[in-house]
């Protein structure tokens, strides 16, 4: 069974970059295609996806990002590492939230692998 | 971006039926939205319970049931057990951008 793992800060600062990494910690990506996915969730609130990236089994695709944040969040993939990576700027106490890495197959199989989530508070 | 609606809060008693439902602000949700339907409960990652409208996975207990009912995405649980007490999240797909509702919070009482 594939397992994400989201890693990085914890605790940002106001006005700054919140920056997560997520992994594949357990099993492979067993897709040609499928969409990496951030999510996140403020506390006591619902989820909202933040940007995708798609695969289509020879490269990525340009990604998606939620037209709500505006210019603040950037979505990349390490192909070497084979990690999903999320950069949020300026962040403010309304970005506070659990973030959740996901993979989600477009293959038919419905198939949508979720991180444990990170906890990111903002605060100086 | 589109706007994606369901309950906020729904009750039903243990062994009765409820069904939740999922609109779009774009007008009706048909199966070219692919709906997902999540279930999460306090502190977990959410699970996928129903995909592409009406599919669901091996966990997915069987009182559960995905369809389209009148313009809108829906889920409905028949035979509430007490476990089926957590919040419910449609996830609607429009081309490359994925929305979730706002979540209904089930109440199984």
């Known amino acids: 069974q594939l397992q994400l793992q989201e890693s990085g800060p914890g605790l940002v600062k106001p006005s700054e970059t919140l920056s997560l990494t997520c992994s594949v910690s357990r099993g492979s990506i067993s897709s040609r295609t499928y969409y990496w996915v951030w999510i996140r969730q403020p506390p006591g609130k619902g989820l909202e996806c933040i940007g995708t990236?798609?695969?289509?089994?020879?490269?990525?695709?340009?990604?998606y990002n939620n037209p709500s944040l505006g210019s603040r969040v950037t979505v990349a993939v390490d192909t070497f590492k084979n990690q999903f990576s999320l950069k949020l700027n300026s962040v403010t106490a309304t970005d506070a939230a659990v973030y959740y890495c996901?993979?989600?197959?477009?293959?038919?199989?419905?198939?949508?692998?979720w991180g444990q989530g990170a906890l990111v508070t903002v605060s100086s | 971006q589109a706007v994606v609606t369901q309950e906020p809060s729904l009750t039903v008693s243990p062994g009765g039926t409820v069904t939740l439902t999922c609109g779009s602000s774009t007008g009706a949700v048909t199966s070219g939205h692919y709906p997902y339907w999540f279930q999460q409960k306090p502190g977990q990652a959410p699970r996928t319970l129903v995909y592409d409208t009406t599919n669901k996975h091996s966990w997915t207990p069987a009182r559960f049931s995905g369809s389209l009912l009148g313009g809108k995405a829906a889920l409905t649980l028949s035979g509430a057990q007490p476990e089926d007490e957590a919040d419910y999240y449609c996830?609607?797909?429009?081309?490359?951008?994925?929305?979730f509702g706002g979540g209904t919070k089930l109440t199984v009482l």
């Open positions: 996830l609607l797909y429009y081309s490359r951008a994925r929305v």
């Open positions: 996901a993979i989600n197959y477009s293959d038919g199989s419905g198939s949508f692998h």
């Open positions: 990236m798609y695969y289509d089994g020879g490269a990525y695709r340009g990604a």
